[in-house]
């Protein structure tokens, strides 16, 4: 797999599509929340990439928070997830990120879907961010369009950094923080299993996806 990310923010697009005639930013909420523009533009990105020859088999979708964030709710950053809106979320799961995985994969490119935002830095088992995990991945993997597709795959979070060690030390490398990380990723495994999707899983390291060692020892199963 070789490729690229796309991520669905007018700030990571550079408001390209929230522009008026002279080029202008319109912060309107029609303009910042314009999915068809989103979607339009976005795909114009891959069909040029395509039309000059890149050589591109793979897509890192990010379902970015912008889509699922209430507008006008302060947050701290993307880890915050206290702004949230599930509702959101599942309709712009269909009129965004759907939209853009099944374009892609029409043109022969495999997905890999990632959350919205990143983690904090500190998780923990049964934290609230490992039940918003839950909760995004349950519902995609239960998705009619999603389940069981063989080119859209699950990157089960972006970049932890630690977590909570039974020691009461939140690390990224000692054995009780390993051992951990393995539980935590392996409840979430456990829930998109329980939906009947057979869906390839990409499970991310400690260390913003550097430490990979705890699963040696500690691996993840199904």
Request: glycine share 8%.
């Amino acid at each position: 797999l070789h490729g690229f990310g796309q991520t669905y923010s007018p700030y990571f697009n550079d408001y390209q599509w929230c522009r008026d005639g002279n080029g202008n930013v319109k912060w309107d909420y029609a303009s910042q929340y314009n999915t068809s523009n989103c979607v339009t533009w976005n795909k114009r990105q891959i069909a040029s990439m395509l039309r000059n020859g890149w050589k591109v088999n793979w897509i890192r979708i990010h379902m970015d928070p912008h889509w699922s964030n209430k507008p006008g709710v302060k947050t701290e950053g993307e880890h915050d997830i206290s702004a949230f809106d599930f509702e959101m979320f599942k309709t712009n799961f269909d009129k965004v990120f759907y939209k853009m995985a099944e374009y892609a994969i029409g043109k022969g490119i495999y997905v890999v879907m990632r959350p919205p935002g990143v983690c904090p830095g500190d998780i923990a088992i049964g934290d609230d961010y490992h039940k918003y995990l839950i909760k995004v991945w349950t519902y995609v993997a239960s998705h009619e369009k999603v389940k069981n597709n063989p080119h859209i795959m699950f990157e089960l979070a972006n970049e932890p950094v630690r977590i909570m060690g039974d020691d009461g030390r939140s690390t990224h490398d000692s054995e009780s923080s390993m051992k951990n990380c393995t539980k935590f990723f392996q409840k979430i495994v456990d829930e998109i299993r329980a939906t009947g999707a057979n869906n390839i899983l990409w499970v991310p390291g400690l260390c913003w996806q550097q430490n990979y060692q705890g699963y040696v020892k500690y691996p993840i199963k199904g």
